[in-house]
Structures are given as C-alpha cells and as structure tokens.
C-alpha cells in the first residue's frame, strides 16, 4: 500500500519547489517534482532593447545572477556579430566576475544550503569565541532559523560538530568576501554591472586588482584548510551517501570561462570543457542540434465523436501540449552541474581537473566512480571551488595594462544569436532572435530545467526524481534521506520555471476530421 | 537586563532571492550576529521564517508561518521579498498545502500582513512591482503597499526598494523598529535617511558632467549620461555607501545607474543604455 | 460578426507550428471579409486586440491520443484558470480565459506526427494542410 507524502516548500534551495513521494514499504516507489512559481520574464523581455536582456535576465536568479548575464552577454555578442571579437582584457576580467560565483556558490552550498542536514546546530558544549556566541542563542525560547528542523539523524561527535558548526559562521563571511571580489570588477553583487555585450565596463587599475588578490588568498585559505577537510569529515560519517540519489547518470556541460576568444562556444577551450558523459566514463563532445525537449504530462483529458460515428477518442492522454519545457539531449535525462562538469573535464582528462580528482578520491579512498551520488557532488563542488581559486590569479596576472575592455558593435536590425555557459548549478543557455533592432523573441534554458525536469513523454523521469526513486526512507515525518538528495542538486527554481502538469482543457465535444 | 525578543517572518513570493544574498553580504553588522545575537543591546530578533537558510522543510515550516498569525500575533516583523502575484487567482505563485490544495502566495501574505506588527516590502519587486511587474506585467504582480489596500489592511509598512537592495537599507530601518520609532519616510514609504538622496548630487564623476565631459563608450572617463545613465532621477545613497562593504559600485566600476530604487524600475529606466532624451539642457 | 483565425505553435518545432502554416496558407485562400487571419506563432498573445471579435477560431497542434494526422475541431470545451504551461510565456489559452469572455472560441488542430527540432511541417502534416483549409472554409461560411 503506498503512501503519498508532499513536501512544500522545500526550504535551503533558491525559489520554491515541492516535491511529491509516494511510499512503499519504506521506499520511494514514484517522485514528483514541481516549480511553483511563474514570472513571465521571457514575456517581460519581448520588445525591449537586445542590450537590457543582459540585465534583465539577471534577475531571474539573485543566487546566480552571473551566469545569466554570461550567457546572455554570449548571446547578444553573437547576434552582434562580435563574438570572436571580444579583448583579451575583456575576456579574462568576464572570467574572474563569473568564477568568483561560481567559488561563492561552492561555499554557500555546502555551508549553509546543505550542511544543517547533517550538523546539529545544538550539540555545543565550549564556550569558545567561535561558538561560544551559539551557546547562547540556545538559551533562547525561540530558536529560529535552526529549529523546527528535520529530526533524528545527526551523528557528529561533539567535537566535529562545534568545528563544523564554527566553520558554518566563518562560511558566512567567506561567501560575503567571494561576493566582495566579484564586485571588484562587477560592480556589485547580486545584479552586477561589469558585463556588457562585446566585453567590459570596467577599466581594472592596480589598486583594485590588489583588492581582488587580497580577498582570492582569503578565501583560497579557507576553502584548502577548513571547505575540504568539513567535506571529507561528512563522507566519513556518512559514507552511504556514496550509494544513494545516483539520479539519471548521464551528464551534460556547455563548458565555461574561455580559455581562447574564438569559435563556436560549444567548441571553443573552456576550462570547465563542454561535452557529455555517462557512468562509463567516456567523454563524447556535445552536438548543441541533439537538444529536444519532452513534452509533459496531460493537457487534455476528453472525448471526441466522429459525426454520426460512435468513435471516441482516449479519455486521459498522456502527452502535454505544445511549447514545453524538459530539456532531453538524444531524447535522454542528463544531469548538470558540478558533478558533471567534474566528470566531463574527468572523462576527457582534461587538466587540472583530472589530477585533482584523482588526488582527492585517493585521499578519501574511494572510487572515482562513486562520485555519482549524493556525496559526489558536494566532492565535486569542493573540487571545483579550490580549482577555480587558483586560476583567477593565472588570470589576473594575464591582464593587461593597455588594450580595449569592449569591442564595438552596432545594434543589428534583424539578427538571431545563442549563448552557452554553466551556472554553478549546470548548463546555461539563451537563444534571441531580434527584429526591428528589438527582442522579438528570448529563451533561457536553465540548469535546474535539465535537473528537476518532470517525465517526458515515455513516461521517464527527470534527473531529480530518477535519483529518489529507489530511496529509503526511515522515517516518513522526517524524510531527512529526501531532502539530502533534493539538497545535492542545488535546486534553482527562479530559473527552471514552471510546472506543467495541469489539466486546463477539458474537451467536450470534438468532431474528428 | 531582560532580553526582549522580535519575531521576524521573511516571506518570498514572486522574487529571485536576491534581496536574500545581499542582505546575507551584510558587512557593518555581520550576519553571524544579526542571526544569533543581540540587534541593540537588550533586543533580537528571531527569524522564525527566513527560507533561504532555515533548517525545516515542509509542513513544520508552514506550521510557523501559521502559529504566528495565532501566537505572535501583532509581535512580528513581516518582511516581504518579491512582488505579489495575483494574476489566475493567485495560481502564479504557491506555497505549502493545506488539506491537498496548494495556497497561493497572495493568501499567506493577507494572513500574514493582517496579523504583524509592521510590512517591511524588502527589493523593489515587494515595493514597486519591479522586474516581474514590468511591462506586460503577464502575471498580476502587486506591490505590498497595492496589496494592503485591496486587502483592506491597515499596518505601518516601510518599502526598502532596490535590485537588490543594499544590506545597510535594512537593517538600519529594522534597528530603527526595534528601538520602537518610524523611520521619517518619503513620500514612496522610502527612508530618507537611505533614500533621501539623489544620486546624480553626490557622484564623483558630477564634475564631468558640469564641466560637459562625458563617457561615449564603455570604459571611458567622464560622466556616463550619454551611455545611459539614469541618476538624476535615482534617489539612493549609493555614491557614498557604495557596495559589497563599500569596495564598488556601479558608477564606479563605470557602469551607468539603472534607477533600480525607483517604483517604475525597470521601464522607467528602459533602454538602460540610451541616454532620456527628455532631460533639459543637456545631450 | 467578425471571427478572428489565430494560429499559434512553435514553428521551429515541425508538427507544433501547425498552426501557424495552415494559418499563412488560409491567407491565401479567399475567405471572407469579415474574416481576419493572423499567424501568430510564438508572439506576444497580449499584442491581439480581441474584443474586435466576437468569434475566434484557434489553429494549433493539439494531443488528444488519437491516430496521428489527425484533425480536430473542438466546439465545445472548458478551460479552467491553472498555471500556465510555457515555460516562456503565458499560455493563449490561459489569457483567453479571463481576456475573452464575450467571444466564442473554437480549437482547431492536428495530432502531431513529430515535434522534434525542424523549420517544416513533417511530410504527413503537410498532406493534412488541404483538408483543413477545406474544413475551415466550409465552417467559415457555415458562420461557425
């Protein structure tokens, strides 16, 4: 006999998802995913000026904002018909604005998105300066944020817990200094200002590339001493989460951050490299035509006669209508984001990436392979996160002291253009078609599209649901095992947009031709 | 002394979470202490409700948001992050369930508003409507203060707009609540003290514009006017409290104001970089 | 009595921009004067002005279940005011719900053969085209 259980909201995400389980013997037999709110900003963006949407689509994510207004930015350049025209200078200033989000998001994932699943925010005993302040925040009645919570599955001895608990405060100012280093050249954060179509706004001095390097050895500091160590402490205590929300295990990336200003961007050297790959382990590059999307779950639900023919038609279809939303690549689910940007640069060897893998697995002791799972990629996003450090200093020492930050271009009377990039969440993309030099059409495909996708039309689930179905539950007041996996996505519902699993139409007559 | 304790419940509807991180990027009182410690000496305030970082899911969270409408009723701060969408009866935007029906934002927010002790409308999008309600506004978006009216309820409510708005904005205003005065507002519901200003009085790049020296492309010198830039009408303190524990901002990092404090962000300042045509004596 | 014939759909995907094809080739055919034809596509629904009408006729590719290539005209059908269903605009359908109150509105479409990626209709939809300007002519002058 299953049960059915509905958690909404899902909190510790960015923008508002529910998730539906239905429950059979303690397992997850069947999930459902939904976004639960719609802004319309691809409507808002029609008839506007092709420059605001680097702006504009910015605030379809306030975690992530960067990455919009990279792919953007990529897009409009394309349509420009500047896209292998952007400076050097250029070039590299885009790449420190964005990596600096993409470290920022590392840290805040981890710390304060994800880690109060495992860490009791009440098992403190010192009264130190570093939680002593904790001790006495217990001492209140009240005890929001950190209480109500899930219950019942916490096992850090005290100890471990009070020195993840005080790194989850000096987190607090780590991400805030991430933020500081993207406004150095951003402007500030969220919605910043630095990227503009063909390039830059900004002209970098040497007092503010010296803010810049200050705050990247801070964070560098604490993302090599305390980020890896608090990761590698929560695979030891545990070590299931290797084996469970394994999810689709296909993997996409458009790749990110240029490493050369020429080319299609789906083949040109990124660092994060583009392509896809699958449990195996083998890299194949990406085709950009092989995207589909899947059209979803019922739309009509009716019966249809042929005049004077008593022929009626299926009562509940299961095909949607038009205009849909999950994207597929080769008609499959695959999974963005961290882990597979991490398997991809893996799969193809693609240095740093490949030795720093390798490294950190053998120091955990543990199969690469097993990254596909929960623990995998929170791994993944640490990786990330001290890889992308050290390259923004090989990056800001590339800077010039002379040269153009932005190329010029004049705004086309008709044109059409594509942007691909990675939010810290997964592939990014953004299609426009101009006309009458104004936006006639925008679409943003967005990471947490790919990720909680609902079923397509073969009934397959999407990456998220794939990975909860087959989970075990222990306690269904308290599906502590749920959430960790919802967790290890890092859901951006703000850009995945829209559920669309609603019965609108109810067909009451139809004559069949 | 005897602690006195304020509830905050901080309610997202139609938004991006962005107000959320800028005031997490708080640097003059750091948010390990606007979370766990005392806001002035002998008053906190709790977050009860706060989803970006809170640690329940689900129904236990939506039981809060319920028992302080019954418990803490007129105790609490409501602060608003995102516009209020109306549209579909409210269908654009839900959250939580009760007895199998999704509940649309709109109804949490009138049970909420009906039963604080003040409306904090947090980001333009809650003050003004901002980027979802912009033109052709295609879900209903309200700002709090339309709300309120429809909903006939009658509360302080104090707009802290901005896209997003700077962490200062906040919780100096939220201070001033808690030391039990109204902040002295505008006429949009703005503090002056954040708000009294207009960007183009205090701006650096000012002289440039007097003496006619202006930017004609990104990265140039000079006032960025003809690039777009809208601070004459941007009442803000930007160029003095600048950004990110003040390290920039946008004038500064030579991109042009986007006006993003004022109720018609971003249409009123849309093309963001053509210069208005309409403004007097210059250009 | 003015009908507007609307075509919506998605033209980069085959099949679901069949709407919009059957609506460019009804321009061509010599329907009546107060009849108003307007391949919509993708655009902005909220650019139409329809209380100019007082019928409107739908063209769209709509999945009902049955055998592919086949045409459906729905007179009669309700549409109840949910979430819209694109992720990148709102749903004609949906604005037509609490817009056009005083018209009467019919659906007309095909069961899609393909709407995978492509410019063109497949080979199968197309052969439908001449069927459905015949069907929309007779019913036009039969004034819907």
């Known amino acids: 006999m299953s049960k059915k259980i509905v958690i909404d909201p899902i909190t510790r995400i960015e923008g508002h998802l529910k998730v539906e389980l239905h429950i059979e013997n303690g397992v997850v037999v069947d999930a459902k995913s939904s976004g639960l709110l719609f802004r319309g900003l691809e409507t808002i963006l029609k008839n506007r000026d092709p420059r605001d949407a680097n702006q504009i689509t910015q605030r379809v994510c306030g975690v992530c904002p960067q990455a919009h207004a990279s792919a953007s930015s990529m897009c409009l350049d394309d349509a420009f018909g500047v896209r292998d025209s952007i400076p050097e200078n250029a070039r590299l200033i885009r790449n420190l604005i964005h990596s600096s989000n993409h470290i920022h998001n590392s840290i805040l994932h981890f710390y304060h998105l994800a880690l109060l699943d495992y860490m009791d925010v009440t098992n403190v005993k010192t009264d130190n300066p570093q939680v002593g302040i904790v001790l006495n925040f217990l001492k209140r009645e009240e005890k929001g944020p950190f209480i109500p919570r899930e219950e019942g599955d916490f096992r850090f001895p005290v100890e471990i817990n009070q020195r993840l608990l005080s790194n989850y405060l000096k987190a607090l100012d780590m991400r805030r200094v991430a933020h500081e280093m993207l406004a150095v050249f951003g402007g500030k954060m969220p919605h910043s200002c630095g990227i503009v179509p063909g390039g830059v706004n900004t002209r970098p001095d040497s007092g503010r590339i010296s803010n810049f390097l200050g705050r990247v050895l801070e964070v560098r500091d604490f993302i090599k001493n305390d980020y890896w160590e608090d990761v590698k402490t929560l695979v030891k205590f545990y070590p299931e989460y290797l084996e469970i929300g394994a999810g689709c295990k296909k993997f996409l990336a458009f790749g990110a951050f240029d490493l050369e200003g020429k080319g299609d961007y789906l083949e040109r050297k990124r660092f994060h490299p583009s392509g896809i790959t699958d449990e195996k382990l083998q890299w194949e590059p990406l085709n950009g035509k092989n995207i589909t999307e899947s059209v979803h779950s019922s739309w009509y639900e009716g019966k249809t006669t042929y005049p004077g023919d008593g022929q009626t038609c299926p009562k509940r279809v299961k095909d949607g209508y038009s205009w849909i939303k999950s994207p597929r690549y080769n008609g499959r689910a695959y999974e963005v984001g961290p882990l597979a940007r991490t398997l991809i640069a893996y799969a193809r060897k693609s240095e740093p990436v490949y030795s720093l893998v390798e490294s950190r697995m053998k120091e955990i002791s543990v199969d690469a392979k097993k990254l596909i799972s929960v623990m995998g990629r929170h791994i993944s996003r640490a990786i990330e996160a001290q890889l992308l450090i050290e390259e923004t200093i090989s990056w800001t020492k590339a800077i010039k002291e002379t040269g153009d930050y932005v190329a010029a271009y004049q705004l086309p009377e008709e044109s059409t253009g594509a942007g691909f990039s990675e939010a810290a969440r997964g592939a990014v993309g953004h299609w426009i078609k101009i006309k009458n030099r104004k936006i006639q059409n925008y679409q943003i495909i967005s990471p947490s599209t790919w990720n909680m996708s609902p079923k397509d039309e073969n009934g397959n689930p999407g990456p998220l649901e794939q990975s909860l179905i087959g989970t075990k539950v222990r306690n269904e007041e308290n599906p502590v095992e749920v959430l960790r996996i919802v967790r290890s996505f890092d859901p951006c519902l703000a850009c995945a947009v829209h559920i669309l699993d609603r019965k609108n139409l109810t067909v009451k007559n139809c004559i069949l031709i | 002394m005897e602690t006195k304790n304020y509830p905050v419940i901080w309610f997202q509807a139609a938004g991006c979470t962005g107000c959320s991180v800028s005031i997490l990027n708080t640097s003059s009182f750091k948010v390990k202490h606007l979370l766990l410690d005392e806001l002035v000496p002998g008053k906190y305030l709790s977050f009860q409700f706060q989803p970006t970082i809170m640690a329940g899911s689900g129904e236990k969270v939506i039981n809060v948001l319920k028992r302080a409408v019954d418990a803490e009723k007129e105790k609490y701060i409501l602060i608003v992050e995102g516009a209020l969408p109306f549209g579909e009866n409210g269908t654009y935007g839900t959250i939580g369930e009760d007895n199998g029906r999704e509940i649309p934002m709109v109804e949490r927010f009138e049970s909420l508003a009906r039963n604080c002790f003040a409306v904090v409308a947090l980001g333009d999008c809650s003050s003004f409507g901002g980027i979802p309600g912009a033109c052709p506004n295609p879900t209903g978006i309200k700002s709090v203060e339309q709300s309120l009216k429809d909903f006939n309820i009658d509360k302080p409510f104090i707009n802290i707009p901005g896209c997003p708005p700077h962490p200062d904005w906040l919780i100096g205003t939220v201070t001033t609540l808690i030391l039990g005065q109204m902040p002295l507002l505008d006429d949009l519901h703005r503090p002056k003290e954040f708000y009294g200003g207009v960007i183009h009085d205090n701006c650096p790049r000012r002289g440039d514009f007097d003496a006619g020296r202006f930017a004609r492309s990104f990265g140039e010198e000079g006032c960025l006017y003809l690039l777009g830039c809208k601070g004459h009408f941007a009442y803000a303190d930007c160029p003095t409290r600048q950004w990110n524990s003040g390290i920039n901002w946008c004038i500064k990092n030579g991109a042009p104001c986007l006006a993003c404090v004022e109720p018609d962000f971003p249409d009123g300042a849309c093309p963001f970089y053509e210069k208005l045509k309409d403004f007097p004596k210059i250009g | ?144």
């Open chain 3, 1 to 144: 009595m003015k009908t507007l014939i609307l075509g919506i759909g998605n033209t980069l995907r085959q099949d679901d921009g069949f709407g919009v094809h059957l609506a460019e080739a009804l321009k061509k055919e010599n329907l009546p004067e107060n009849v108003e034809i307007l391949p919509l596509g993708t655009e902005d629904i909220l650019s139409v002005a329809f209380e100019k009408f007082q019928k409107i006729v739908i063209l769209d590719c709509i999945r009902l279940g049955g055998e592919k290539g086949t045409l459906y005209f729905i007179d009669d059908f309700t549409f109840s005011c949910d979430t819209p269903v694109s992720s990148h605009q709102m749903h004609p359908l949906s604005y037509l719900a609490n817009q056009a109150k005083e018209q009467k509105v019919f659906l007309f479409g095909i069961e899609p053969y393909s709407t995978e990626w492509g410019q063109t209709l497949t080979p199968k939809a197309e052969k439908r085209i001449p069927d459905a300007i015949e069907f929309i002519k007779k019913e036009i002058r039969k004034c819907l």
